[in-house]
Structure formats: C-alpha cells, structure tokens
C-alpha cells in the first residue's frame, strides 16, 4: 500500500513518525474519514470544510487543505482502488516535540498523513439491522472536533460487543446524543429525528446527506433530542456514517423496535442513498 506522509508518497511500512508525536502522546491531533465508491470520493469538498474546522478548532498550524484532496485521488489511483468500496483516511497531528502540555514552538511542522485502502461495507448489517445498547456519555464536550482521542468510544464499542450487541448510542442527561462512530436518527410519528448540531455531537456527512435526501423525496424531519424515554415509542431507529451508511436499528438494550425489522421510511432512505452514489 502506497501512502503519503508529510509531502512524499512512500510504502506504507516505510512511514515513519517520531515517538515524540503529539497525537501519539496527548492525542493531539485531528481526522477524516471519507467513503469511496468505483474510486469516487463522496462528498470530498464537505469532508475537507470538516476538517478544517476540526484543524481551526485545535490550532494547528496547517492550512492546505486542497492539496488533501489532491493526495485522496492520486491514492486512490496509486493502490488501485478504482472500482469497488475504499476509505480514505487522513490525520493531522501538531507534530512531533519534546513532551510538554502546551503548544511547542510556533513554526513545529504538524504531520499530515493520508492513506487509501479497500472497505468491505457490513451489507448484512445494512439489509437486517443491528443491535445497540444505550451507554453514559462520558466523552467530553468537544464532540464537534473530529480528533484522535477516542477512548471513550473505544470503551463503549468494546462493552456494546462484550454483551453480544453491535454497537452503543450515548446518552447524555436522558437523551440520545449518537453513536460511537454515527449519528443517531428516529422516526416518530412518521417524522424523521435527529439530535441538534451542537458541541455534543459529530456534525456527520452522511447525517447531511439523509436530511437533504428527505426533503427531496417528501419525508418529514425534524433536529430535535431524542430523549431515552422515548425510545420504546420509536416507530423506526438507524444511524448514519461514512463507514454504516444508513444502518437500520432493531434492537436496543434488548427490546425490538417496532417489529424488529427495518422499517419502510428507513429502506427507503436507503433506496435514495444508493441512488445518489450510483448518480455521483
């Protein structure tokens, strides 16, 4: 696998960082994970604004972001991913320094790593659904940045799968804030329902993407909490990413959702998904 890392694009066993990295010792750093299909980025220019804003948000020293996305296609060329499902993968650190808590010196090179390789989507996952319980959110409150510090998610994905189940939704102060690498959505009355865009949660893509999809094809939607009370009253659940796509829910904490099957308004979500990325 050929990847790029700060400005040359070399063999993946041969990039090489400093242990003194600062995403390796503080996390400190940010990321970007963007859905390819027949080796066409989805919503490149949207994952890039993304990250950007994660980039602004933590200070680092890094403004070329076009050159990313010129680096994602040639990947995309270099590993021969141009037919079936890939990600790309970029992290951007604040670079590699003696280890202090704060900033190192201004001018320190951040290094900006890219990587390109297959994905097989979960298509059982997306045709049958999943099975999630709902966990304390114990994250901080900078959900809006995407950054590399994800042990709580790590933490919460583990117990979701420890107790047999796929995946686990946070919930904060009685309402469920998303999932561990998704946003969360439910049908209620008909009407589709998203949590708010807040420094809670993840302003997801594919999030977007479903809002924009619904208002096209004349399904009612709302960004409003979701309170945990509500959940048994859900008439459908599913969560959205770039990896899950529009994942059906059938389960959570045990009990089936509706009739434990994906629902109609989600399926055809889906259908309009697909048809996008077929268009794209």
């Not at 102060?173 to 561990?180: K, L, N």
């Not at 969560?239 to 009990?255: C, D, L, Q, R, Y």
């Amino acid at each position: 696998m050929i990847v790029y890392l700060n400005g040359d694009f070399v063999e993946k066993e041969k990039a090489l960082i400093s242990v003194d990295d600062r995403a390796f010792l503080f996390a400190d750093g940010v990321y970007e994970v963007v859905r390819c299909y027949g080796g066409r980025p989805l919503r490149l220019d949207e994952h890039l604004r993304r990250l950007e804003q994660s980039v602004r948000a933590v200070r680092i020293e890094f403004s070329d972001f076009r050159t990313i996305g010129d680096v994602a296609k040639r990947l995309i060329a270099e590993n021969r991913l141009t037919s079936g499902d890939a990600l790309i993968y970029v992290e951007i650190t604040r670079g590699s320094a003696p280890r202090v808590h704060t900033f190192p010196p201004r001018g320190t090179k951040p290094n900006v790593y890219v990587a390109g390789m297959e994905y097989q989507p979960k298509r059982n996952q997306l045709e049958n659904g999943i099975s999630v319980i709902l966990v304390p959110d114990i994250r901080w409150s900078r959900c809006d940045i995407k950054s590399v510090g994800l042990l709580p998610n790590v933490l919460m994905a583990q117990r979701a799968l420890d107790v047999g189940a796929d995946d686990a939704i946070f919930i904060r102060d009685g309402v469920a804030v998303e999932g561990t690498a998704s946003n969360f959505f439910g049908v209620f009355g008909g009407v589709v329902t998203t949590h708010p865009k807040s420094n809670y949660t993840l302003a997801g893509i594919t999030r977007d993407v479903v809002l924009e999809l619904c208002h096209k094809i004349g399904i009612a939607t709302q960004e409003a909490p979701i309170l945990e009370s509500q959940l048994p009253d859900a008439e459908e659940l599913f969560a959205t990413s770039t990896t899950m796509e529009i994942t059906p829910v059938v389960k959570v904490n045990g009990i089936v959702v509706g009739n434990g099957t994906p629902g109609p308004i989600t399926r055809q979500i889906q259908k309009a998904f697909w048809e996008l990325v077929r268009s794209s």
